[in-house]
């Protein structure tokens, strides 16, 4: 393999061999490094390379323990002792997303993100009793939204608050102030449903992701009878699939956000109008 032909990505550590991502235009390729051995490796066993590869794949490593080392000292901590996991997190240049490094069981991820869903346990995850991940749900217990709290992060508190509670309309507000983009809060059970909608345009989806849906991928052996030109989407549990059935009735983007305001406020003026 002529690794000159790639960029290279080291983006984590599993026990002794360090992980890496070559990648150029639409195309990546994952590996495991020995650092001991100069072994790079995947699935399929080790992969011949040459001195100057190494050199290069050894600088990207040292780079990476270098950006580790930044983040200990400059990055916000949360440490979540039942499942002995620490995050170190900042905000992003853009006020967008977030710089992460988590550390699970000695194990590194360094990454980037809109929202902490990858990072503590939402979901059920091998080593995590559902103790733990109840205990966590509640954002009076949860690591990362009680470190936000105490450092006025409140991009993370409101985030997170949207995630497990409701927030109000004026909090809305405030997270398009801050990364000047559209957010859709979520909405309460009565819209828990499936709505599809066209294919999303660059903005949309940038709106999408603000809001912290959740976007699946639905695999090609799942496809027949579904097209990508149509994108389900929840706005209660604020899941997504990139694609829908063939003979599904669309709204666009804009349509459907119209639906949930008007249906939104007739719930509010309801309550309202009971109290």
């Known amino acids: 393999m002529d690794l000159k032909r790639y ?23 994952y590996y495991d ?3 001991d051995n100069n072994i790079l490796s995947r699935y399929d066993g080790a992969i011949d390379i040459s001195e100057d590869d190494v050199i290069r794949i050894r600088e990207v490593i040292n780079n990476f323990s270098k950006q580790l080392e930044y983040a200990y000292k400059n990055y916000t901590l949360a440490y ?40 503590y346990p939402f979901y059920k995850r091998e080593g995590y009793t559902e103790e733990a991940m109840n205990y966590y749900r509640d954002l009076n217990n949860n690591p990362i939204y009680l470190s936000a709290k105490e450092h006025n992060d409140r991009l993370i508190e409101l985030r ?12 809305v507000k405030e997270i398009e102030s801050i990364t000047k983009t559209k957010y859709i809060k979520r909405l309460n059970k009565a819209f828990n449903n499936d709505y599809v909608i066209f294919k999303l345009s660059d903005e949309e989806y940038k709106i999408i992701k603000n809001s912290c849906f959740i976007l699946l991928h639905m695999p090609a052996f799942a496809m027949r009878g579904n097209t990508r030109d149509y ?45």
Request: some cysteine; aromatic content about 18%.
């Open 80 to 119: 979540f002792d039942k499942i002995n996991m620490k995050v170190y997190y900042k905000m992003n240049d853009d006020n967008f997303n977030y710089d992460y490094v988590r550390i699970e069981n000695d194990d590194i991820l360094v990454g980037q993100t809109i929202f902490f869903y990858h990072i």
């Open 7 to 29: 960029e290279l990505k080291c983006y984590g550590k599993e026990k002794d061999k360090y992980l890496l991502k070559l990648f150029r235009e639409k195309e990546s390729h």
């Open 231 to 275: 994108y389900e989407f929840n706005p209660y549990t604020k899941y997504g699939v990139d694609a829908a059935k063939n003979d599904s009735k669309p709204f666009s983007f804009n349509e459907l956000l119209d639906k949930f305001n008007k249906e939104d406020n007739k719930h509010k003026n309801t309550k309202h109008r009971k109290h």
């Open 160 to 171: 997170m608050k949207d995630k497990f509670s409701y927030i109000s309309d004026d909090e």
């Open 33 to 35: 490094f020995d650092y």
